[in-house]
């Protein structure tokens, strides 16, 4: 099994910036992808990006050119660099890792973007 854990959220008003981690521990030499999500109260989770194992990386549209997902698999830990964030950018974000055909969720961190 694999155990990720996010930090790195908080409040930052419109145009800032804020960076997440996700440290994952366990069977960290199963994981194939890890990657991020969110989700607001009343909404599904939704995909914003993932960092997959040869390096390749996806983004949900509205994120594109504002964040940015990166790996350091020496500590076991990606991040999310988030910029110009926007109001519509808040909800609780959750960091997930695949490994063996299953998928491990962290607690999530909440991100707020006042106006």
């Known amino acids: 099994q694999v155990q990720p854990v996010e930090s790195g959220g908080g409040l930052v008003q419109a145009g800032g910036s804020l960076k997440l981690s996700c440290a994952a521990s366990?069977?960290?030499?199963?994981?194939?992808?890890m990657g991020w999500y969110r989700q607001v109260p009343g909404k599904q989770r939704e995909f914003v990006a993932v960092k997959n194992s040869d390096g390749s990386t996806t983004y949900t549209d509205s994120v594109k050119g504002r964040f940015t997902v990166s790996r350091d698999n020496a500590i076991n830990t990606v991040y999310l660099q988030m910029n110009s964030l926007k109001p519509e950018d808040t909800g609780v974000y959750y960091c997930?890792?695949?490994?063996?055909?299953?998928?491990?969720w962290g607690q999530g961190t909440q991100v707020t973007v006042s106006s």
């Open positions: 997930n890792a695949w490994a063996l055909g299953a998928i491990y």
């Open positions: 366990g069977s960290i030499s199963t994981i194939n992808a």
